[in-house]
């Protein structure tokens, strides 16, 4: 008996057929847990937004950290590749991609894209922020 019939965690679950990884693995099972001491959580990435700007909307109360995504385009990617967002929201990923390297095509449809999304990625390309959250050559 291989135990292929599986009842749910208490054992009253609907009968289930139990599939081992052996058996449907199809690519590379990941071999790591990311922990936030390594990639951020949202409180980091709420720092690196107010570093940027002076007022950030409520929008963004949950914005993911940059070393999450550079770990995220460093594993999916090359130097060079395009990365493609289409809820770019902040500009994150754009963000990251752009100081890794990557071409990046970001779409975002909500009224903030001039105020935060374009401001951000104008302080990624070419220029640098003062503190006050203005830009200089």
Not at 54 to 60: G, S
Not at 126 to 134: E, F, L, S, T, Y
């Amino acid at each position: 008996m291989d135990n292929r019939i599986w009842f749910g965690p208490d054992g009253n679950g609907v009968p289930a057929i139990k599939r081992f990884l052996s058996e449907v693995k199809q690519g590379t099972t990941p071999l790591t847990i990311w922990h936030y001491k390594e990639v951020g959580h949202n409180q980091d990435a709420r720092k690196e937004i107010l570093s940027l700007f002076n007022d950030v909307p409520d929008d963004f109360s949950t914005p993911k950290p940059e070393r999450l995504l550079h770990r995220i385009v460093h594993i999916g990617s090359n130097e060079g590749d395009i990365v493609l967002d289409f809820f770019s929201g902040s500009g994150t990923t754009a963000a990251v991609a752009r100081k890794m390297g990557r071409q990046f095509i970001a779409v975002e449809q909500m009224d903030y894209v001039d105020t935060i999304t374009v401001e951000r990625l104008k302080k990624v390309i070419g220029k640098k922020v003062k503190k006050d959250g203005n830009l200089r050559d």
